[in-house]
């Protein structure tokens, strides 16, 4: 390895240490890029259409992830599941349309379809900032905003996203009510 060079290592005798937090407080005017998950750089966590909820349920709590995207048989994309559709209004609503138990769905009958995703363009991030990224959430009163770049072949790629909770937790404050009240407000149509 004649081209690397070893780091210069030292010993700190000081202790405790303090950790970096990953999340940062940021402002409406920081750059969007400062609450951006970019899977360039993050990992993210896929699932089989085909799984049971419960087991999808799990390996998104062992990943520590409250997202994750749908796969099918061919390995592409084709939608994406929260937790809170795992175990919320979702499956419950799937469970008595279909007249089965809870144990018998899989991912399919829970998961956002990628047509029915709040997508923007990567081109756009260079300009957005976190107040911009907030009024998307409103606008769309969606909890995650899929970030995508034209592929090799011209093709919309998944390049990252924005999560309403990170979002959250950066600025210290809930975006709105309304993105919460938003799926009761589904649920009351569902059952009138």
Do not use: C
Not at 16 to 42: C, K, N, W
Not at 116 to 123: G, I, K, R
Not at 155 to 169: D, H, K, M, Q, Y
Not at 173 to 191: D, K, M, V
Request: hydrophobic content about 50%.
């Amino acid at each position: 390895m004649p081209h690397y060079h070893a780091l210069q290592v030292r010993s700190i005798l000081e202790a405790p240490l303090a950790l970096v937090h990953a999340e940062a407080h940021v402002g409406f005017d920081d750059p969007a890029s400062a609450v951006l998950t970019d899977l360039r750089i993050a990992s993210s966590v896929v699932v089989p259409v085909e799984e049971p909820l419960e087991d999808a349920r799990r390996l998104m709590q062992h990943a520590g992830v409250r997202m994750a995207f749908v796969f099918d048989a061919a390995g592409g994309v084709i939608g994406l599941v929260t937790a809170a559709d795992l175990q919320g209004e979702r499956a419950l609503q799937a469970a008595t349309r279909r007249g089965v138990e809870y144990g018998e769905l899989s991912v399919a009958d829970v998961m956002t379809a990628v047509a029915d995703w709040a997508v923007v363009d990567a081109a756009a991030l260079p300009r957005a900032r976190v107040g911009d990224i907030v009024a998307t959430f409103r606008a769309t009163a969606q909890r995650y905003l899929i970030v995508v770049e034209p592929g090799a072949k011209g093709e919309p790629v998944i390049r990252g996203l924005f999560s309403a909770n990170r979002v959250e937790r950066a600025l210290g404050h809930a975006i709105e009510e309304e993105l919460r009240s938003n799926t009761f407000s589904a649920l009351a149509q569902a059952l009138a």
